[in-house]
């Protein structure tokens, strides 16, 4: 099996900090940038690491827009929170990341020389995202953008190599340069640094229109061109992981065959802010995906070269990332949360958003919804579906307790309707813990009116799934 040819394709378990958009760039395809965006508090931050370490990210991408620091309102944001310079606000980001096994990622445009220096022993890795002419004439994409040119793109290669700090090479494709020029930056970048130990993969990044960018009404590359450039880089680059962002090119799978050979940096927990407007679909859906076209999905870690994996300062992350990884590439089930439960999730557009996690006491949970109309089944009766789906909800959360202790599914459930139950009356799901055989659990659920009324009842049964931590 060659790896033009590969039955396999990799991803990162990843996430984004967005830090702050403030940006002294003004790239005609980027939507991200706002000068006056503020700065993320470093207790958000933290609080924002806890959480993703706790469900099971590897990685985690620093994004911010570029030199942020020449603008008042940050340089007071920095002071406020105890820094002199937004360098010590990214170092004291990436040591907080390390602290709890999250492998930080730094995409914050480019870094002048001097900063640059302070970061060789910071235990992350930085994106540099390169693009293939000049592009700075009236109308341009890089018009109003502030020494944005491949020059300045070879020159932030060399300044990796010279501090000794991994890096990742982006190629924006798509934003107004023409197919011999794209290509043919590829292949002088792949001379110029396709041996570099420093360099752990390639990302190709092609356009999409957003709203709020000025190209928005540019079309995408058509998916022949796609296919070109990524043949082109793996021309450029036999030995080094080739991705493309899943979320912005649907026909991915079809690219393995050119030589795409990893996804690259998914942000299953967080979505793309960058991207906003591009669902980034979960691991189910792409495993599903893939093995339509008969390819498997595995994890992987950010770093891949053993000049960046054997740095004092991430050895003990790196250590427990790739326990975590190995035993999750041998879990059959993945259990992750993303924020898009149908009942609680608040990333789901079309869910329900009921804070339920705020509602568990010990392993009793207790919420109050008022069902709108088009929750019904027959006029104004709310859908048995609903109820079912809000108990088992409730239940599933009593069994896991306050402090979620374990994690459990849905074995079976047994509902009995008592009564009809009216759309737009407040209704109080209410269940507990009843008891425990093995890893098997067991739950009651009510669905009561404000009179006391009982409508609904549910007994479940919810079977122990260990994290991908515990499992032997």
Not at 402 to 421: C, F, G, K, Q, W
Not at 454 to 464: I, N, S, T
């Amino acid at each position: 099996m060659t790896m033009n040819k590969c039955a396999s394709i990799s991803y990162i378990f990843s996430s984004y900090i967005e830090l702050t958009r403030t940006c002294h760039q003004s790239c005609g395809y980027c939507s991200f940038f706002k000068e006056d965006c503020p700065l993320l508090p470093i207790e958000t931050l933290g609080q924002k690491l806890e959480d993703l370490s706790k469900r099971g990210a590897t990685e985690v991408v620093f994004l911010s827009g570029e030199s942020p620091q020449n603008f008042p309102h940050i340089q007071i944001a920095l002071n406020k929170n105890g820094f002199s310079s937004y360098a010590d606000y990214l170092l004291e980001a990436c040591s907080m990341a390390l602290e709890k096994n999250l492998m930080p990622v730094l995409e914050v445009g480019y870094l002048d020389s001097f900063t640059l220096e302070r970061f060789t022993s910071a235990g992350c890795s930085i994106r540099i995202n390169i693009v293939s002419a000049p592009l700075a004439g009236t109308g341009e994409a890089l018009e109003k953008s502030r020494g944005r040119n491949p020059s300045t793109g070879r020159a932030a290669i060399e300044a990796m190599h010279a501090n000794q700090i991994p890096y990742s090479i982006g190629f924006v494709i798509g934003i107004g340069e023409s197919e011999e020029e794209r290509l043919k930056l590829v292949a002088d970048i792949g001379r110029f640094c396709t041996a570099d130990p420093y360099l752990q993969d390639l990302r190709i990044l092609p356009f999409q229109p957003t709203p709020g960018c000025s190209m928005r009404e540019r079309p995408p590359l058509p998916f022949n061109a796609i296919t070109r450039i990524v043949e082109k880089v793996r021309e450029a680059f036999p030995v080094h992981h080739i991705s493309l962002p899943p979320h912005l090119c649907y026909r991915f799978p079809e690219l393995v065959e050119a030589g795409l050979n990893d996804l690259g940096s998914v942000p299953i927990l967080t979505g793309d802010p960058v991207h906003e407007k591009f669902d980034v679909p979960s691991f189910e859906t792409l495993k599903a995906r893939l093995e339509k076209h008969n390819i498997q999905l595995y994890e992987r870690d950010t770093l891949s070269t053993p000049a960046a994996l054997n740095r004092p300062e991430t050895f003990a992350a790196a250590s427990s990332i790739r326990e975590l990884i190995e035993r999750r590439n041998l879990s059959k089930l993945n259990l992750i949360d993303n924020d898009h439960c149908f009942v609680c999730g608040s990333r789901n557009s079309g869910g329900l958003h009921i804070p339920v996690h705020d509602s568990i006491k010990g392993h009793t949970c207790s919420f109050t919804w008022a069902p709108g109309p088009v929750y019904q089944s027959y006029a104004g009766i709310v859908h048995g579906g609903i109820l079912s789906t809000l108990m088992d909800e409730a239940m599933g959360y009593a069994v896991m307790g306050e402090n979620s202790e374990l994690v459990a599914v849905t074995a079976d459930m047994h509902i009995r309707y008592l009564r009809p139950t009216p759309i737009g009356v407040p209704l109080t799901v209410a269940a507990t813990l009843v008891g425990q055989r093995k890893n098997m659990y067991f739950a009651r659920a009510s669905i009561i009116l404000p009179d006391g009324n009982v409508l609904a009842e549910a007994e479940g049964r919810f079977a122990e799934i260990k994290k991908p931590g515990e499992l032997k």
